[in-house]
């Protein structure tokens, strides 16, 4: 499979969970840490599973794991690989003007959700770095333009 197939699938996925944890419109800020580990073939059975591990404000950050495997073979946690792997994070509009509003908050419980939950702050912190890095250095204009109608 395309990566960018793969990524389609993680925003559709965190999307659906975003909507469902808010009860709003939910909109992607930001993807941070995707790594993809392992290929997915044609055919395989794919499950992507997104877990909420950290609220802010307005903002909600799920731990994305794709896993796949081949249908022949049991369904048992060796046959099934983890794929790709990501934190991605969406921010829940209101419906007026469209502008952030507040989550319900998510209180980790246990130790491995307080990891997650670190995990999370850690990763948005690189990735807000990122970006002044990106803001500092980008030159308006410049490489190659592609480009296609949105839809
Ligand atoms: C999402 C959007 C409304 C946020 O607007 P904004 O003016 O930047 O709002 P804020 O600065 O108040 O940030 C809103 C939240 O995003 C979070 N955020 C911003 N950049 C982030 C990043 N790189 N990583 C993680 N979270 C980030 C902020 O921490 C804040 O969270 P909080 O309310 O929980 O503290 C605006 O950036 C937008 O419309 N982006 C396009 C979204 C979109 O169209 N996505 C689809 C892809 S085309």
């Not at 993680?10 to 009860?23: C, E, F, K, L």
């Not at 896993?67 to 419906?95: E, K, M, W, Y």
């Amino acid at each position: 499979m395309h990566g960018g197939v793969v990524m389609k699938w993680i925003d559709q996925v965190g999307y659906a969970a975003a909507v469902g944890w808010s009860g709003r419109y939910s909109v992607t800020v930001a993807v941070g840490g995707i790594r993809f580990v392992a290929p997915i073939r044609i055919s395989d059975l794919v499950t992507v599973t997104a877990t909420l591990v950290y609220t802010g404000t307005s903002s909600m950050h799920f731990a994305i794991d794709v896993r796949a495997r081949d249908p022949g073979l049991d369904a048992s946690q060796a046959s099934n690989r983890l794929c790709t792997h990501c934190i991605i994070v969406f921010v829940a509009l209101d419906g007026v003007e469209g502008k952030p509003t507040s989550v319900p908050a998510w209180q980790p419980d246990t130790d491995a959700d307080r990891r997650m939950s670190e995990y999370a702050i850690k990763v948005m912190e690189l990735s807000k770095g990122i970006e002044q890095t990106i803001a500092h250095y980008q030159q308006p204009g410049a490489g190659t333009e592609t480009e296609k109608a949105a839809g």
